[in-house]
T-cell receptor, first 113, second 111 residues
Framework: DAKTTQPTSMDCAEGRAANLPCNHSTISGNEYVYWYRQIHSQGPQYIIHGLKNNETNEMASLIITEDRKSSTLILPHATLRDTAVYYCIVRVERGGSNYKLTFGKGTLLTVNP | ETGVTQSPTHLIKTRGQQVTLRCSSQSGHNTVSWYQQALGQGPQFIFQ???????GRGNFPPRFSGLQFPNYSSELNVNALELDDSALYLC??????????FGPGTRLTVL
């Protein structure tokens, strides 16, 4: 699986958009970008994933650059409850033969009042 | 829909003992993965079970073993506990190859 690079920490004001970048310059054509977050001492929570098109769900939006070498997770209106470590992971999505998520250290997002 | 559950929440063991951790999958999921998360680190993949067989393993010694049952629930067993085994143990369920959903974890302390 391709390696990812994320900033160690970021701050965001409550109510503003939080934009979390991720670099994955060695991503392969069949690798997806996944985002998870982990609130202190809880299990990681799946947020969103995508291949090359931008994706949006009820939690966030994922913007992937045209060359797929980087992506941005956007939380449109951050709340204090969004304070967490955010992990960007790339992996191949295919049934049966892919099995693991490779977590880095992620980005600690702190939402301030 | 019931999410992934794990038991126990916390436990304390002494070095050399054995421990069994349990995980119940989310409804509709047939695959269980286990991760170890040391303090201040991201989760590290231990192994995955699919159709009651190990479907992949990370860089963990054989004293880490697992089982998956016909109802897709799973156990993680660790023998000969070492101090470095102190960690949060996370279970995740999924349809094979697709996004994984994590339980709340079991905090293991080895003294």
């Amino acid at each position: 699986d391709a390696k990812t690079t994320q900033p160690t920490s970021m701050d965001c004001a409550e109510g503003r958009a939080a934009n979390l970048p991720c670099n994955h310059s060695t991503i392969s054509g069949n690798e997806y970008v996944y985002w998870y977050r982990q609130i202190h001492s809880q299990g990681p929570q799946y947020i969103i994933h995508g291949l090359k098109n931008n994706e949006t769900n009820e939690m966030a939006s994922l913007i992937i650059t045209e060359d797929r070498k980087s992506s941005t997770l956007i939380l449109p209106h951050a709340t204090l409850r969004d304070t967490a470590v955010y992990y960007c992971i790339v992996r191949v999505e295919r049934g049966g033969s892919n099995y693991k998520l490779t977590f880095g250290k992620g980005t600690l997002l702190t939402v301030n009042p | 829909e019931t999410g992934v559950t794990q038991s126990p929440t916390h436990l304390i063991k002494t070095r050399g003992q054995q421990v069994t951790l349990r995980c119940s999958s989310q409804s509709g999921h047939n695959t269980v993965s286990w991760y170890q998360q040391a303090l201040g680190q991201g989760p590290q993949f231990i192994f995955q079970y699919y159709r009651e067989e190990e479907n992949g393993r990370g860089n963990f010694p054989p004293r880490f073993s697992g089982l998956q049952f016909p109802n897709y629930s799973s156990e993680l067993n660790v023998n000969a506990l070492e101090l470095d085994d102190s960690a949060l143990y996370l279970c995740a369920s999924s349809r094979v190859g697709y996004e994984q959903f994590f339980g709340p974890g079991t905090r293991l302390t080895v003294l």
